[in-house]
Structures are given as structure tokens and as C-alpha cells.
């Protein structure tokens, strides 16, 4: 067997997995009353015999003391699931330098790329005390992906390699391993997501919920109680790892709540069992508790200003950067100004599959998208916006990546009117109106309906810009801020003509990491919906590819899927990178924007520069914040 490289960096980085009898554990302050009235056990019982060991001093950071409370603004009920972002408690992780590292695994075996083999920490325990094992992940293989109740679809995608499971063996409490036919190079990627699978499950918990371990009397009387249809309704609504809305559910991430769902505001508070200590053996988190108080997004800054946050950065754009520098001495905070990790800050999506024929066939044409892109003056933009602190530049990978590419980043992104009127003027786009807007064929007026979930000033601004710059060259903009649910149903649907989101979540993307965002995979992808649709559901819904790009650009995520080393990996990437700064199927204004980020000034451990993305790196994940503390 070989133990991959990705085991010997793990004592390089976010720890080292060492006995926690070579540390000294120090009891926790705020649990100690707790122990003493014998309701916890104590520290040296609480934490794993191999707990993962974060030495601060290694990584730059001040050792911290436990205790206090950080408040955030969350802007609705359910961005309580964020904390299971933020906390970023994984099987495994990304450190500082976007490598994956074992987390909650003390160690992971990988051949060939198709055969994992994880190693849990003996003595490892949920929030609520009751043992971590390898019954945990067999519950939820055997019991629910692999039961028809609740798991109607079958098991994840993520789990199947050409339409096929992985032999799942349970080695012994401690060792379970993962056996497909071909490679699997998404597995460990996905365990790592901001949004990870979690193909375990507290199964102590969940079974009395599960009609193979509870009679069938008292379970219908339960499922009566809670006015469920059955039982399986009543055990998805409880198996909630993600969401993190219900009370009791038995969590590993470093906070728990205890508030039940849908409230004004949430109290989390530390997990007495967290797997993650100091070098000097203090439990993390160091933070006691956590306080989200929900807030409308556009009075956050102000209230921050008051002093009411001692950390945020969701809900905050750089258009607020004046407010919340004024509000700094009476906040006592500080403002740093991160970095978005997205590939773009704010892309425009033509949708190829837009149920208007005549529209989608414009959309489906390169020259028209890349009239469009040529028509936009990013330099304004940037100027205007974001201070000229923004890097101009189409949809690419930034800088840090090793797929970085400046040609990349500036293919169709210079601003040419003139060119962009030939491009369309070849489309026999050549008649206009009395106002100057370039007519259809059919004879309508050639407007683009935009539509944005409407949470971002920055966007409404630049599609203002757009606007003026488009009408230019005869194409008329039309500006509409919906809903993000229904800005989401409606692309995936076929009736958003033209969605503003972000642009690839991944903007750092490394050989390794899955490129999802670059061919139709997915309906998520604002530029296919459908196209990802028939992929996502192996074609029962949506349609199959219809370009000789799109079905490009599946061939080489095939390729990539099946590729057994990290150069053929790259040569997918490398080939889906440069078919898109030819095609141009979205429409990026700027990348590694400024992003707004306060933090008391009595929190340490907070960097004073960073990147802000969701993939890779979950938000404020990445950078731990079960390490930041108060220093009073």
C-alpha cells in the first residue's frame, strides 16, 4: 500500500497527529463547573487520544485563551448553515496554501487515485459525547444513500464512477475504506467543499428516526406528533448537517446551536468534544459562544458602526468601505480590505438555453458574446466602482493559480466599440430603430433582459455602466433585480434571458480540483442550465449539449475525471481554460475585487489580508476562526 504525499504534509501545516498524553491539556474555564458537577468529562477525556495539534507559533499566530462571545449579523434564518461553513470541520481540509489536509481523519491511504482508505482519531466524540466511529459512515452508506425512502435519487453522484458505487468496507471502528474501479479524482475535493457531502452521520441519534431501528408503534407516534407524512420525512427533516437548524442534532464543527429554527437570532456555543487542540494544550475553539443577530443586509454597516459586531464580512461590498471606515473609533473595530476569490466579481450569462429561438440562437454565437464583452469598458468600471483597485480582466483564474494566465484574463476584454459594431454588424444585426438600438430579424428590438438577485450595489452600478456602454454599439440593456430563488428557477427553467451573478466560484483552481464550472455539468451553470441539467440527471431532465464547444468541453471533464496524474489533469484544464477565453460563454468585468472585512480590536488572529471565496477555502473557513480570540 502507499500512503500518499498528502499524508506527509499533514504535519507541515494544520497539524501534527500526536498523542494527547505528550500534551499537557489545560481544562477549559468556562466548562471547568461543569466538570467539577461531574455533567462533562474532563478535557483529557473530552478530546481524541490523537487530537489534531495546531502549533500557532508555526503558522505566524498568537497563542489564545478560551472564553467570550463573537457576535455577527446574518441577513435571515437560515444563514445560521454558514457556521458550518465558517467552522470548517471537515474529513479533510484546505490549509493556508489550498493543499488538502487530513482534519477530522487523522490520516487518509490513497492508490491509484480510486482507493481511499480513512483512518479516524481513536476516541474522537460528538458534541454530545457519544463515541465518533466508523458506524457513523456505514450508517449513512447502507442506510441512508442506499435507502429508497430516503434517498429516492439513489446514492450521490459524487459517489458513482462510471454509473457505479465503490465497495464501502468497515475495517474496524476506527478504519474504513472507499473501493471504486476507476479513479475517483473529486472524492477528497468534495469532502473539503464549503458545502461538503458529509457521508457520515451521528447514526446513535439518527436511528431513532429510522424505521430499521425503532418499532414500528413508536415511530408512527412520533411521526404523528411532528405532523409528518412518515417516517422518512420525519428523519430528512432531522438530518440536518448542513442546515444546522436542529436543536440536539450531534455536530463535530467547533460550535453547536442551541437555538431552534427560523428565531430572530441564534446562540451556537462550543463543542465540549472539538478534535482540534493547541500546541500548549488549550481546546479550540478558543471562542465560547457564538451570537448571529439577523439583520436587513443594508443596515448591517450602520450597525457595526454602533459597535454591535466584532467580526463580519458576508453582507458587506465594497460600496460600504467609507461607512464602516467612519464608524471604526465608535465600533472599535478595523476594517481590512480582502480579496474576492471568484474568478470574476460580476459576470453576465447569455443562457444558450433561453426558450426564445431567436435570442438563443445570438446567445449561441461567439461573435455576439464576444461583441458584448468588447463593448464593455472595464477600465471604467473598475475606476468608477471599485477605485481602480480591481484587476480588469475577463473570466480567468487569478493570480496564485497555477493555471494563471494573463492572455487568459485579457482575451475579449479589451474595450473596442468599433469591433464589436463589426461583429454584429456580420451577424446582419444592421438594422436599427429610431433611437438607435439594433433590430431582430423578426424586427424586435435587440434588448437583453438582465437579471440579478439584486443583493449587490456593485452589480446594479455596473450593469448601469453596461448599459450606457452597450447602447453604443445599438444594444439596449434592460435591468431586473428578483429574488435569488427565483432568479436561479428561472435560468434553470430556460426564461432568464441573461443572469448577474459571480463568476466560477473556483478561482484558484489547481490540476486536482474539479472543473465544474468550466463545462456542462451542472444547472448551476447560469451559461447551460439545461445542458447541466440532462448531464446532472443522466438525461432525465433538461437537454443534451447541442455545440461542438460544449461537448468539448464534457469530453475533457471526462478526460480529467479519468486521468491518473496531475499533468493529465492539467492538460484538461489548461484545453476547458483556453476554449473559454475563446468562446467567451461568460461575460466577466473584474476579478480579485476588494472585499470588506471588520474585526474588533480585540480579536487576534484575524488576517489582516486574505482571500474571501467560497471554493476553495469556505468563506472564513480556511482561515480558522476556532483559532481567533479576545485578548481581554
Same mark, same amino acid.
Not at 482508505?117 to 454530545?128: I, N, P
Not at 459576470?347 to 468588447?374: G, H, I, K, M, T
Given at each position: ?38 455533567? /462533562? ?50 474529513? !479533510? ?32 466524540? *460528538? ?106 420525512? /420525519? ?19 467547533? *460550535? ?35 451570537? /448571529? ?155 437583453? !433582459? ?73 444547472? +448551476?451553470?447560469?451559461? *447551460? ?59 466577466? /468585468? ?18 489582516? +489580508? ?18 481567533? *480570540?479576545?485578548?481581554?
Amino acid at each position: 500500500m502507499i500512503r500518499h504525499a498528502f499524508i506527509a504534509l499533514f504535519a507541515l501545516g494544520l497539524g501534527a497527529p500526536v498523542s494527547a498524553a505528550e500534551i499537557t491539556l489545560q481544562e477549559t474555564p468556562s466548562l471547568a463547573e461543569r466538570v467539577a458537577a461531574g455533567e /462533562l468529562p474532563p478535557v483529557a477525556e473530552r478530546v481524541p487520544q490523537e487530537p489534531l495539534v495546531v502549533d500557532l507559533a508555526l503558522k505566524g499566530r498568537e497563542f489564545g485563551r478560551p472564553g467570550g462571545t463573537l457576535r455577527m449579523f446574518i441577513t435571515k434564518p437560515r444563514d445560521i448553515r454558514y457556521m458550518v461553513v465558517y467552522g470548517y470541520a471537515r474529513l !479533510v481540509g484546505y490549509d493556508h496554501d489550498y493543499k488538502l489536509k487530513p482534519d477530522i481523519l487523522r490520516a487518509v491511504d490513497q492508490e491509484e487515485g480510486r482507493i481511499f482508505t480513512f483512518h479516524l482519531r481513536k476516541g474522537h466524540r *460528538w458534541s454530545d459525547g457519544h463515541p465518533f466511529t466508523t458506524e457513523d459512515f456505514r450508517y449513512w452508506w447502507e442506510d441512508v444513500a442506499n435507502n429508497k425512502m430516503l434517498s429516492p435519487g439513489g446514492v450521490p453522484e459524487l459517489m458513482l464512477v462510471d454509473g457505479k458505487p465503490p465497495q464501502v468496507t468497515v475495517i474496524d471502528e476506527t478504519t474504513i475504506r472507499y473501493a471504486w474501479d476507476r479513479p475517483n479524482p473529486r472524492f477528497l475535493h468534495a469532502l473539503a467543499a464549503a458545502r461538503p457531502p458529509f457521508i457520515y452521520r451521528p447514526a446513535h441519534w439518527m436511528k431513532q428516526f429510522h424505521a430499521d431501528y425503532r418499532p414500528k408503534a413508536e415511530l408512527d407516534a412520533l411521526v404523528a406528533e411532528n405532523g409528518m407524512r412518515n417516517w422518512a420525512q /420525519l428523519h430528512n427533516a432531522r438530518d440536518n448537517m448542513y442546515k444546522f437548524d436542529v436543536v440536539g442534532l450531534p455536530t463535530l464543527q467547533p *460550535w453547536y446551536p442551541t437555538t431552534g429554527k427560523n428565531a430572530q437570532g441564534y446562540d451556537l456555543v462550543r463543542n465540549p468534544f472539538y478534535h482540534r487542540i493547541d500546541a500548549r494544550g488549550v481546546q479550540l475553539p478558543y471562542i465560547d459562544r457564538v451570537e /448571529l443577530t439577523i439583520a436587513a443586509g443594508g443596515l448591517i454597516p450602520q450597525k457595526i458602526g454602533l459597535g454591535e459586531a466584532d467580526l463580519q464580512v458576508r453582507s458587506l461590498t465594497f460600496t460600504d468601505a467609507p461607512v464602516l471606515k467612519q464608524g471604526e473609533r465608535q465600533g472599535n473595530y478595523t476594517t481590512y480590505l480582502w480579496s474576492n476569490g471568484a474568478a470574476s466579481e460580476i459576470a453576465l450569462y447569455p443562457n444558450q438555453n433561453y426558450e426564445d429561438p431567436a435570442f438563443r440562437a445570438l446567445f449561441r454565437d461567439a461573435r455576439f458574446r464576444r461583441a458584448l464583452s468588447v463593448a464593455i469598458s472595464r477600465k471604467t468600471i473598475n475606476k468608477t466602482l471599485f477605485f481602480g483597485l480591481a484587476k480588469e480582466s475577463n473570466m480567468a483564474p487569478l493570480k496564485g493559480s497555477p493555471f494563471y494566465d494573463p492572455k487568459l484574463s485579457a482575451a475579449w476584454a479589451q474595450y473596442d466599440p468599433d469591433l464589436a459594431n463589426r461583429l454584429l454588424d456580420e451577424l446582419g444585426l444592421t438594422a436599427r430603430d429610431g433611437d438607435g438600438t439594433r433590430l431582430l430579424p423578426d424586427g424586435r428590438r435587440l434588448e437583453i !433582459v438582465v437579471e440579478t438577485a439584486g443583493e449587490r450595489q456593485e452589480e446594479s452600478d455596473a450593469l448601469e455602466l453596461v448599459a450606457e456602454m452597450w447602447a453604443e454599439v445599438g444594444v439596449r440593456l434592460i435591468f431586473r433585480p428578483l429574488d435569488r430563488d427565483i432568479l436561479r428557477n428561472k435560468a434553470y427553467s430556460g426564461q432568464s434571458m441573461m443572469p448577474v451573478w459571480y463568476g466560477w466560484n473556483n478561482g484558484l483552481p489547481t490540476p486536482d480540483a474539479p472543473p465544474s464550472d468550466l463545462a456542462p455539468v451542472d444547472q +448551476t451553470n447560469f451559461s *447551460w442550465p439545461k445542458w447541466g441539467q440532462y448531464t446532472q440527471t443522466k438525461g432525465q431532465a433538461g437537454e443534451p449539449p447541442q455545440t461542438p464547444e460544449a461537448k468539448r468541453l464534457l469530453e475533457l471533464f471526462r478526460a480529467w475525471e479519468m486521468a491518473t496524474s496531475d499533468e493529465g489533469r492539467a492538460a484538461a484544464w489548461r484545453e476547458m481554460l483556453k476554449i473559454h477565453a475563446d468562446q467567451i460563454f461568460a461575460i466577466g /468585468l473584474v476579478n480579485a475585487a476588494p472585499q470588506p472585512l471588520i474585526a474588533s480590536n480585540r480579536l487576534r488572529n484575524v488576517p489582516k +489580508t486574505g482571500i474571501y471565496a467560497w471554493e476553495p477555502g469556505a468563506h472564513l473557513g480556511i482561515h480558522r476562526i476556532d483559532e481567533f *480570540w479576545f485578548a481581554e
